[in-house]
């Protein structure tokens, strides 16, 4: 089942599945867009709420797995992952919350009595920065802090850009010593060399933070990304955290946002950049480069349900990160992703 079918990012994971002659179940609670989509693509559909847990089970009971693509995952994640677990339903999302993460990962145990294994992140965020994590601490194992940055370049879905806005209006996170540190947005900034040049990036609240951390153990990350205000982190986070600003703001987002299409979305890249360092200064860097991030999530969640549908790839039971679910290389068999690393 894909749930949030309807959505941008659960649009494009459908039309993926489709093509690769996978036959889901679309799933969501708008009735004419979910029936829609379904009818365009001959496949089976139904409207079900979040809110709905009866109903939600009773869905859910019916297929092996669901795909959850309906954010805010600090919303309705819960509500899903309480569904799956009761059902013995295998999971998988395409959430960024570091929330999310946490709180999905504290679920491991319920998983493992469940028979239910649970795979948030199997997006953008964070196949490819969870991956090349995992290459770099295995080629250096005593690492003890870990660096990553990524550009996403063709613009953002509505629900990405209403989850960033709730994100920077909580401040940025670096994690150390083990522990997430509360820290302006962008701060701090240095420059990484992506595939394509040396570019300036700040820190940002990512889901890494959490799941580099479960994948690697490594005490120290901090996650960068390029940004706009250089210098103005703090004061943009003041701003959003007023109540009637941010209501704006996401106003501005739903009635401007829609999402790359698919000309746009061919001609743009996605970058990652990673470097691991231990205490005696030794240093693993390496780059991933991909195609369009919204690409590869579809083909990131198609891929996923493959390995979790097929007995002997499936991992045993519990809360995973991608990584620890379906190995470090993951990411490279994923369509137009080359990962390079260097001593």
Known sequence: MIYGANGYTGELVARRAVERGQRPVLAGRSAAAVRALADELGLDHVVVALDDPAALRSALSAVRLVAHCAGPFVVTSAPMVDACLATGTHYLDVTGEIEVFESIFGRHDEAVAAGVVVVPGAGFDVVPTDCLAARLVAALPGASSLELAFRAGGGLSRGTARTALSGMADGGRVRRSGVL???????????????????????????????????????????????????????????????????????????????????????????????VRDAAGHTRSGTLTGPNAYDLTADSVVRAVGELNGARTRPAPGAYTPSMAFGADFAATLEGVRVSEVA
């Open 181 to 275: 540190v509360p820290t302006p947005v962008g701060s701090p900034r240095r420059r990484v060399r992506f595939p394509s040049g040396e570019r300036a990036v700040g820190s940002i609240r990512w889901g890494d933070l959490v799941t580099a951390f479960r994948s690697t153990g490594i005490p120290n990350i901090t996650v960068y990304t390029e940004l706009p205000m250089k210098g103005r982190g703090a004061a943009l986070t003041g701003v959003l955290r007023s109540a009637p600003l941010l209501g704006l703001a996401r106003r501005v987002v739903n009635a401007r946002v829609t999402g790359p299409d698919a000309d746009r979305r061919a001609r743009s890249r996605s970058e990652v950049w990673g470097e």
